[in-house]
């Protein structure tokens, strides 16, 4: 009599644990169900660039003849906006002439060199255009600004602030007259 | 044809008998490509910003300047006398920025009258501009009896001309002048004690 109840009572056991997993494996079926996965590939390309802008865009002189200060009627600022590659490890900016020996002219065969016109950036001390740079005429440039390029500024800004000067003592026969030039800024990185 | 169990590298250079010579060329290709993806790296590396100008104007405006060293000479005159010098050597400094067309700067010496270069006023009495005498930086002195490009007629001296090159449009030159009264001319030694007054111009004027 024992016996036949033990017995009972396993198989019991055994029939509610087997109800039990059929319930679970049931409610789990009912929940989940994934589809396959579908890939969308993104391509986002940020290209780089550099945009230089000009606080203004024209500098009178009233010169003297001989003197070496004739300072120009206004300064100019250069702002550079620059996103670069990741290979990129410099940004410089140049000012530069066409021509070394005609910064200025009258026209009539009178010039000003790019030698005796001077740039001040920043407040620095004034530097004549006498050297040869990525644009421009051979010794017709300068390089007003050089910025490393690091991790943290691959997109960034910078201003240089420029003033200006002619000096006319290596020329002190200049005739007098009325004397046009065009003076280049541009910015380069590599 | 791809081996299983192969990496793809290996297979590539895995010399075959029906595949060795497309294996090569396989190789340089590869190699080629890469160079040409390379000088593309390197040439995309260099950015430029667009030029920005600057329009530059610059006058030299013409300017011509004469200053004197004083302003005042005093003569203490004997009758009749050939030798009345003046009390003290006035230097003339002209200074000047001149266009390319100029060719001459003069410097004049002149009064506003050939007959009263110097009076004694309501007497009616006067030294002539002929009796008036310069020397210009220790030349010969000479008398203000010309005709100039300003003054009286017959009242002036020019006592200098510079010729203008391009060497000197911007340029600058001194005169220093002594005077002289000579009493001895015509009635001139009967010139009654008094006291004489005039005014010396000096002027400067390019060409």
């Given at each position: 009599m ?17 109800l ?43 010169l003297?003849?001989?003197s070496?200060?004739?300072p120009g ?5 250069a702002?550079?906006?620059?996103v670069?590659?990741p290979?990129v ?14 910064a200025?002219?009258?026209?009539a ?5 790019s030698a ?5 950036a ?40 420029m ?20 003076l ?6 590599f | 044809m ?26 340089w ?28 104007n ?8 004469l ?11 004997n ?7 003046g009390?003290?050597t006035?230097t ?8 390319a ?23 009616g009495?006067?030294i002539?501009?002929s ?20 003054g ?5 001296l ?11 449009r ?10 002289n ?19 010396l ?7």
């Amino acid at each position: 009599m024992n016996n036949a109840m033990q017995l009972l009572t396993k198989f019991g056991r055994v029939a509610a644990l087997l109800l039990a997993a059929t319930l679970v494996a049931a409610h789990a079926h009912a929940q989940v169900r994934n589809s396959g996965a579908s890939p969308i590939a993104l391509n986002a390309v940020l290209s780089d660039s550099i945009t230089l802008t000009l606080s203004g865009n024209a500098v009178n002189f009233t010169l003297t003849g001989g003197s070496p200060s004739n300072p120009g009627s206004t300064g100019i600022t250069a702002t550079t906006f620059w996103v670069l590659k990741p290979s990129v490890n410099s940004l410089k900016l140049y000012a530069f002439f066409s021509s070394s020996t005609a910064a200025l002219t009258d026209g009539a065969g009178h010039n000003i060199p790019s030698a005796d016109f001077q740039i001040s950036a920043n407040a620095g001390a004034f530097a004549p255009l006498t050297n040869t740079v990525a644009f421009g005429g051979a010794n017709a440039g300068l390089l007003v600004s050089t910025v490393p390029i690091r991790g943290y500024n691959k997109a960034g800004t910078n201003s240089d602030v420029m003033t200006f000067n002619i000096d006319l003592a290596p020329i002190p026969t200049l005739p007098a007259g009325i004397y046009t030039g065009t003076l280049t800024i541009q910015a380069q990185a590599f | 044809m791809h081996r299983p169990g192969l990496p793809l590298k290996e297979e590539l250079l895995l010399p075959t008998l029906g595949g060795k010579m497309k294996t090569v060329r396989i190789s340089w290709a590869v190699m080629v490509g890469a160079a040409l993806a390379l000088s593309a790296s390197l040439a995309s590396a260099q950015v430029n910003s667009g030029a920005q100008t600057i329009a530059l104007n610059a006058n030299l405006a013409e300017s011509l300047t004469l200053n004197l060293s004083a302003n005042n000479v005093s003569f203490t005159l004997n009758a009749g006398s050939a030798s009345n010098p003046g009390s003290g050597t006035v230097t003339a400094t002209t200074t000047w920025t001149l266009g390319a067309g100029r060719n001459a700067v003069n410097v004049y010496a002149y009064f506003v009258s050939a007959a009263a270069a110097l009076t004694d006023g309501a007497a009616g009495d006067n030294i002539p501009s002929s009796a008036f005498f310069i020397s210009d930086n220790s030349g010969t002195a000479a008398a203000l009896t010309n005709t100039v490009a300003f003054g009286a007629a017959n009242a002036g001296l020019r006592l200098a001309n510079v010729p203008i090159t391009a060497a000197n449009r911007s340029s600058s030159r001194t005169d220093a002048m002594t005077f002289n009264i000579n009493l001895t001319g015509g009635t001139l030694g009967q010139l009654p004690a008094n006291t004489y007054t005039g005014t010396l111009n000096i002027q400067a004027q390019a060409l």
